[in-house]
């Protein structure tokens, strides 16, 4: 059984940088495809970011690129989300998910397990 745990999330003034860690149990971490989504108030799930299985890959929403960086760390089972110039609009609640087929995927559905989400507040 694959449990992750989020931490990281807090309240930054605009501009400011929070990195989000992952920690995942199981044997496997190596062979999943990680994700960040995100879920503001009254809006759906979206996606931020995803790294595939060797970090060959990484893909970011549109409205992170160049501010989010994505990562892992094998040796610790580990998956980063490293924010920077965070604005008003990033402030959500932040899940982390893996997606155990291993296969790039970009909706909720395909992620199986998924972390209890981290608060992140960005005040102007």
């Known amino acids: 059984q694959v449990q992750l745990v989020e931490s990281g999330g807090g309240l930054v003034q605009a501009g400011g940088s929070l990195r989000l860690s992952c920690v995942a149990s199981?044997?496997?971490?190596?062979?999943?495809?990680m994700g960040w989504f995100r879920q503001a108030p009254g809006k759906e799930r979206e996606l931020v970011a995803i790294i595939s299985p060797r970090s060959t890959y990484t893909y970011y929403e549109d409205s992170v690129k160049g501010r989010f960086t994505i990562s892992r760390d094998h040796a610790k089972d580990t998956v980063y989300l490293q924010m920077t110039s965070l604005e008003p609009e990033d402030t959500a609640v932040y899940y982390c998910a893996a997606d155990t087929s291993g296969a790039i995927s970009y909706a909720p559905r395909a992620y199986s397990h998924w972390g209890q989400g981290t608060q992140v507040t960005v005040s102007s």
């Open positions: 199981g044997p496997f971490f190596n062979s999943y495809t």
